[in-house]
């Protein structure tokens, strides 16, 4: 199918599906549900799958009995194939070890490979469930905050120098593209990470489930076709759920390149029993990395126009909010400090004045405070209205 802005145009009521981010809006902003909020928060989309991935999973359901599914051959193919063409990376099928998404990955991760009170770094403002993570599994949370400059940010890599040499931070998670400033790390970022976590002994998880998501001009930079020579220290995540909008298929993987990591990782798998791949997972994954890749051209261009549209909007009419366009993401970061509010005043706003849902940015750690982060993966008509109505509560404070 050729897809066009046309298709990602199209506005889609979900309230009354059961979404978590419509249905579930009011009660996470503690709202009544008389009021009705602009769902703005947790990251899926409110534009369709690809026609494709929608034909694959209707096929299967037509199959009118759901029982336990094999990942057969073609399953692990697509993945490697898929890994190469748009990653750049060459991997073996055997390294590929399925998880249901990407945060149960990474607690698998950290259960197996980690002990109770070792220290697993994150380079914060991040997305929260890393933090969880660590925190969740009585691991250290050991905060390695990006720096930002005039709304830039970079990685502190002499910071993290510092703490890889301490022998209690056992591992890393690293966010590329990042959640929620919207980098993509460079090559020469990448590739020094990458060496100091190798030499410290440091275990390297990169969460790559962005890296479709670019913006126009920007090149994504998968960490191990960069830093390749220290990949055995790596496991990397990908899953099709945030390109595609397949998040409630629960459909992710880890790419692990080192085998005792990697049966150790496996280990921790199957003594939770997680080896079952959902019923239309495997089907919708292979949908998407075989013929969709016009969806991804015109999402990304629809995003990017989105973007370009909220900073054209902000700069002339709310100068007192600062936005950076992001390299990648749908996510964009916006800066509330201006406005003279504290964190907590800027919070309460956003959801009783302006009624929009959005991602807190004290909920993503230090470097988070007077931030919201805004998920604009919605049809233009739901960013116009979401403006407006943020324009006209911004006068009354
Ligand atoms: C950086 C990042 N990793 C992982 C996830 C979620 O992954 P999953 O649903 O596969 O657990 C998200 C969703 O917002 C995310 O932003």
Known sequence: ??????????????????????????????????????????????????????EAVVARAKLGSYGYVRKDEAFYQTIVDWVKRRYHWEI???????????????????????????????QTPVYYPFME????????????????????????????????????????????????????????????????????????????????????????????AVAGQWMENTITYYAPSKTFNLAG???????IPDNAMRETYTRGLNANRIFNINWFGGAALKAAYTRCDGYIDALC???????????????????????????????????????????????RFIVEKAHIGVDMGSWFGKGGEGYLRFNLACPRVTLEKALKQLEKALQTV
């Open 133 to 224: 993570a660590a925190e969740r599994n009585g691991r250290l949370l050991v905060e390695n905050p990006l720096i930002e400059e005039n709304g830039q940010w970079r990685m502190d890599l002499e910071g993290l120098e510092e703490l890889a040499r301490k022998p209690e931070n056992r591992m890393l998670i690293l966010c590329s593209p990042h959640n929620p400033v919207g980098r993509i790390w460079t090559k020469e970022e990448l590739w020094r990470l990458a060496k100091i976590c190798a030499e410290n002994q440091v275990i390297l998880l990169s969460d790559e489930i962005h890296g479709d998501i670019v913006m126009k001009g920007q090149e994504f930079q998968a960490l191990n």
């Open 249 to 255: 298929l629960q459909t992710a993987f880890a790419i």
């Open 301 to 347: 261009q629809y995003v990017d126009e989105n973007m370009d549209y909220m900073q054209a909007f902000l700069q002339e009419r709310l100068p007192q909010l600062k936005m950076e366009k992001p390299q990648a993401t749908y996510m964009v970061w916006v800066d509330f400090r201006g406005t003279g509010m504290s964190t907590e005043k800027i919070e």
């Open 92 to 122: 073996q099928k055997e390294w590929i070890v399925f998880s249901p998404g990407v945060i149960p990955g990474f607690n698998i991760a950290i259960q197996s490979l980690t002990r109770p009170g070792d220290g697993i770094i994150v």
């Open 1 to 54: 199918m050729v897809y066009t802005k046309e298709y990602f145009d199209v506005y889609q009521e979900r309230r009354g599906t059961g979404s978590i981010k419509w249905d579930g809006c009011s009660e996470k902003f503690g709202v009544d549900s008389q009021t009705e909020m602009i769902p703005m928060w947790i990251a899926d989309m409110d534009f369709r799958s690809p026609q494709e991935v929608t």
